[in-house]
């Protein structure tokens, strides 16, 4: 019923940018959680960022800390991930997660959300 939809993936050289995009349509993303995870095949999914009006400050994975800002566009109803200094390991599927049953301060442990995107592909490669 919800659909979430990401866009913004691609191809970039280790020390480059993208910026994802998610979408929702008949759904307002800033009252939820809303979060990105991330997937690389046959290995494990990461907790990546996220954001709620209801914390004091998103949340990050130790590993994008400094270089990843999670964000709200009231205004265009999208959450987006800017993602700089990329490096070979931020390879991966990044999807889209909306609201975290299991509690907010936990989501990128507990990865549990009630309505997920299709995923969009990054790639870092030299």
């Known amino acids: 019923e919800v659909q979430l939809v990401e866009s913004g993936g691609g191809l970039v050289q280790p020390g480059g940018s993208l910026r994802l995009s998610c979408t929702a349509s008949?759904?307002?993303?800033?009252?939820?959680?809303m979060g990105w995870f991330r997937q690389i095949p046959g290995g494990e999914r990461e907790g990546v960022a996220g954001?709620?009006?209801?914390?004091?400050?998103?949340i990050y994975a130790d590993s994008v800390k400094g270089r990843f800002t999670i964000s709200l566009d009231k205004t265009k109803n999208t959450v987006d991930l800017q993602m700089n200094s990329l490096k070979l390991e931020d390879t991966a599927m990044y999807f889209c997660?909306?609201?975290?049953?299991?509690?907010?301060?936990?989501?990128?442990?507990?990865?549990?959300?009630?309505?997920w995107g299709q995923g969009t592909q990054v790639t870092v490669s030299s």
């Open positions: 997660a909306a609201e975290c049953p299991g509690g907010f301060g936990s989501w990128l442990r507990t990865m549990r959300a009630n309505y």
């Open positions: 008949g759904y307002t993303l800033s009252n939820h959680c």
């Open positions: 954001i709620y009006v209801g914390a004091a400050r998103p």
